[in-house]
């Protein structure tokens, strides 16, 4: 959705600027494109600051359209040096510059962050469902699914609270998950209000093309004042040879540039993605209950007909805490609560670090994506953003000025899109299901 605001925006601007600007235009073409292509690298990741792009561009549109404006004089690249230097002062372009940097840095640093902590998510789940069961784990299961079968009560179902303690000794490692995993969601609704309230990311980048007709639309009526306030400060140029050039017969008329607005679209994706947000906050603890209900069909907590692992009645253990260090006492499953999963704890510090950048991105402040090296993020290959979502991830470009650092995991292939928070239960179903298959073969 945020590119595709960017898309429209670029068309529209090759669309019109032929024809309200001419030569202005045509003459300058590159220093659009490179706009729009230094924008989409931000987006996707890409050792760009922002502000200084933003500088750039107005630097060398200034620089061009000063030249094509005044093509009687012999204009070096030192007067122009010393033209740049007064730019700030003279405003050539009104306020839009500034204006716009203010805005624009805001809702890109915001719609970025936003997108990436969906990727986070996702690889977290992607990256725990692939963690192995324990032997002891496998075990339990067989016992909790299968053994009934062999004391001839087949269509005795497994006691919930049973059921319960042999899940949550399995994924006792993945129960760790939820403080952090709940800060994440908590960060993503509060960006996801700033995207679609103060930041206005559907205003300000949808509209970027009109942004900048009207900053050259300042210079052209200001033309003159300007430029004898750059002759004041820098000094009179040499007259050029070449005489003039065809710059003033340029085509000055009106073409009306619309925003079509799509602030409903906005608003409904963010209301969609928020509801799923909260709807995933407790995603890891409630884990086993949805399992034994949906995977293992245990009896109800009373009933005193279910299979308790010994035989049919009723189970009279407690039913054990949530996360390893709850698991000292599981009866069911053997846990050493003194060696956590390296993989997880991997995880739970992504989940830690994604969520600080959403802070920085919810007060506007920028952070710069670096790719972590697999033993630090424990990621496989992959780019930080899938091509259907951020596009094929570009080289990086130095920057004078660099934004906030932080390591974050090397995304595999997973889009972005309203079903995507959707399906993320799906894994650990998976994994517990070849797990019970396993078990199944295990025990023929």
Not at 173 to 191: F, G, H, P
Not at 226 to 245: E, R, Y
Not at 413 to 427: D, K, M, Q, T, W
Request: overall charge positive; glycine content about 6%.
């Amino acid at each position: 959705y945020f590119q595709d605001l960017l898309n429209k925006s670029e068309k529209a601007l090759y669309d019109a600027f032929p024809s309200m600007y001419g030569e202005l235009y045509t003459q300058n073409m590159k220093v659009f494109k490179d706009l729009y292509s230094e924008l989409r690298r931000y987006y996707r990741g890409s050792n760009i600051n922002l502000e200084e792009a933003l500088n750039e561009f107005w630097t060398r549109l200034l620089e061009r359209l000063f030249k094509l404006m005044n093509p009687q004089y012999h204009i070096t690249d030192e007067y122009l040096d010393c033209m740049v230097k007064h730019a700030e002062q003279h405003k050539p372009f009104g306020e839009v510059p500034r204006d716009l940097k203010v805005k624009a840095t805001r809702a890109f640093i915001a719609a970025r962050s936003y997108a990436q902590g969906f990727l986070v998510g996702s690889d977290v789940v992607k990256k725990v469902s692939q963690v192995s069961l324990s032997h002891e784990c496998t075990r339990a299961i067989m016992k909790l699914m299968y053994c009934p079968h062999c004391r001839g009560m087949s269509s005795v179902k497994p006691c919930n609270n049973y059921c319960l303690n042999v899940v949550k000794g399995c994924l006792a490692n993945q129960a760790d998950l939820n403080t952090e995993w709940k800060y994440l969601m908590d960060s993503l609704v509060v960006v996801a209000d700033r995207i679609d309230g103060p930041y206005n990311v559907d205003t300000v980048i949808g509209t970027i093309h009109m942004r900048i007709a009207e900053a050259i639309s300042n210079l052209q009526e200001n033309k003159d004042s300007i430029t004898a306030k750059v002759f004041q400060g820098c000094g009179n140029p040499k007259i050029s040879t070449k005489g003039s050039s065809s710059e003033d017969k340029k085509r000055r008329g009106k073409v009306a540039l619309e925003a079509k607005s799509s602030a409903q679209a906005l608003e409904m994706l963010v209301l969609d993605a928020k509801g799923n947000l909260t709807a995933l906050k407790t995603y890891w603890i409630t884990l086993p209950g949805s399992l034994c209900s949906k995977r293992v069909m245990a009896s109800s907590a009373a009933d005193d007909k279910c299979w308790n692992g010994m035989t049919k009645g009723s189970y009279l253990p407690e039913v054990m805490g949530d996360g390893l260090a709850n698991q000292i006492n599981n009866p069911e499953v053997e846990v050493d609560i003194t060696k956590p999963d390296m993989t997880i704890r991997q995880q739970i510090m992504q989940l830690k670090i994604m969520t600080n950048r959403l802070g920085n991105a919810n007060i506007g402040n920028d952070v710069d994506f670096q790719d972590a090296s697999d033993d630090m993020s424990g990621s496989g290959s992959g780019d930080s953003c899938p091509d259907d979502v951020c596009g094929k991830r570009l080289s990086k470009s130095p920057s004078t000025r660099q934004p906030e650092t932080h390591a974050i995991p090397k995304q595999s292939g997973h889009g972005i899109n309203g079903a995507s928070s959707r399906s993320l239960p799906s894994a650990f179903l998976l994994l517990l299901s070849v797990a019970f298959i396993a078990a199944q073969h295990l025990w023929r």
